[in-house]
């Protein structure tokens, strides 16, 4: 670890484990509530396909991208456009990955709120002897609930807070490296138990076997979206998080470990839910609540499934956990550098404002169900504003100030650690980077929206 992290930003600590960091950022709820859902609305394994395109190309390459400004500047998302291009108006793409965060944690601790919920249900067996539609009905009169939903949102931004607060980052590396793998482990024998379900072969083949007639330019746009959202990238958080990344780190592979971790569980989580989805005659296109609809009937029938319950959504906390915790960090190292606030006056201020907004998606599911803006509701429309609009265009604007500002020289520089290793690939990477990435999230963006006709 170099030594010049400045103290402002000293929540995080040198013996901050970043790359379990940054793996627990990138894999949350993105992985098992948002990428089910949005297969499931976008029509299975066409989908897939074009979504794992953009991993492999688009999304490893911004990650590396934001792990070496991140890097080379040491310095948060806003400061690192500022210290590496001084003089110009490159930090306005770290503002726009504040406002990212900002609108990414208002809609995702409401989700975390659910998760706790059916932690609560699952301690006080709550699922217990109910079928299927009991189950959707359980999840319909909670989600049109008002107090709950809210209280459960609160309680989980205040533990977000609490973490950035109280610096138990230390911790997280030794949870991170304990609970994922347990995470993954479990997620592993609910697929067993899902696959051999009777009725998942049309839920496996839904997921895996392409239909490309189901392919428009608005399934192209979503397919990028989750990318980005699961990824963690487009909005700086990997910038911060690069900043405290070791000199002798190997950028290249580090970000493979964590693609490939992030996709992994992502398919993992396709193979738990859509068998069930058939199995159980879920709709598979229900929306924000499958997972939650879904779920609680792949534990009814296991042995052991109360147990098998409540481990799942305590580990699928705490992988929410890491994740906000990576969003919120954002906005607080930017309000103490460029504010000038304490940590805790940063960290309560935002955390505080973010749940006003927050309170408005979680009430889109209840009493503000009826108000929509463009046909959507509130928390639809944060959730595609962010995903769909500002973390692509967040990618665009740093591939191209890494591959046309900071230039081949530094790239080199960053990816080969002084030439010290050899990286195969850097010309294509480059090649991506100035010219295939931003291209392509343009063309994807504009198609998505139907500037070209179609759709
Ligand atoms: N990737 C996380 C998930 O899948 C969500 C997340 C955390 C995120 N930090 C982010 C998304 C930064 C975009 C940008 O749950």
């Not at 911004?62 to 500047?73: D, H, P, Q, T």
Request: net charge positive; proline share 3%; hydrophobic share 55%.
């Amino acid at each position: 670890m170099t030594g010049n992290i400045p103290s402002s930003r000293d929540g995080f600590t040198s013996k901050f484990g970043v790359v379990a960091a940054a793996a627990g950022s990138a894999v949350g709820l993105g992985n098992i509530w948002r990428f089910p859902y949005v297969v499931g609305e976008n029509g299975g394994g066409a989908f897939l396909l074009i979504y794992l395109g953009f991993i492999l190309t688009i999304g490893v390459s911004v990650m590396l991208a934001e792990f070496i400004i991140g890097r080379r500047s040491q310095s948060n998302a806003l400061g690192a456009f500022k210290k590496l291009a001084p003089g110009s108006v490159w930090w306005l793409v770290g503002v726009m990955g504040i406002i990212s965060a900002f609108v990414i944690l208002s809609f995702y601790t409401t989700i975390a709120g659910w998760t706790l919920e059916y932690l609560i249900q699952a301690i006080g067996n709550g699922f217990s002897g109910k079928n299927a539609a009991e189950i959707s009905g359980m999840f319909d009169s909670f989600q049109h609930s008002t107090a709950r939903p809210l209280l459960w949102q609160l309680l989980f931004m205040g533990l977000t807070a609490a973490v950035i607060l109280g610096g138990v980052q230390k911790g997280i590396e030794k949870y991170t490296k304990l609970l994922m793998p347990m995470l993954v482990l479990l997620i592993v024998i609910m697929c067993v138990r899902s696959v051999t379900l009777d009725g998942a072969g049309e839920g496996l083949r839904f997921l895996f076997k392409p239909d490309f007639s189901k392919i428009n330019g608005n399934v192209v746009l979503e397919a990028l979206g989750q990318a980005f959202f699961s990824m963690s990238i487009g909005m700086g958080a990997l910038i911060t998080y690069g900043s405290y990344v070791q000199k002798d780190n190997h950028l290249p592979s580090t970000t493979f470990q964590i693609a490939l971790a992030d996709t992994g569980i992502a398919i993992l989580a396709g193979v738990m839910i859509f068998p069930a989805v058939f199995a159980f005659g879920v709709q598979p296109d229900a929306g924000t609540g499958l997972v939650f609809q879904v779920l609680p009937n792949i534990f009814q029938q296991m042995p052991g499934g109360y147990i098998f319950g409540v481990f799942f959504f305590l580990l699928l906390t705490v992988a929410a956990l890491t994740s906000t915790i990576s969003l919120l960090e954002v906005v607080v190292a930017w309000a103490i550098e460029e504010l000038k606030m304490t940590r805790r006056k940063a960290t309560i201020l935002f955390a505080a404002a973010i749940s006003v907004l927050g309170g408005l998606a979680t009430l889109s599911f209840s009493e503000l169900s009826e108000f929509k803006l463009f046909g959507k509701t509130i928390f639809d429309n944060l959730d595609w504003l962010s995903a769909n609009f500002l973390l692509p265009l967040g990618g665009v604007f740093i591939v191209i100030f890494l591959g046309w500002i900071l230039g081949s020289k530094i790239i080199a520089d960053e990816v080969t650690n002084q030439g010290t290793i050899k990286m195969k690939l850097l010309k294509i990477f480059i090649f991506i980077l100035r010219y295939l990435a931003p291209i392509a999230i343009l063309l994807v963006f504009l198609n998505g929206i139907g500037v070209f006709g179609g759709n």
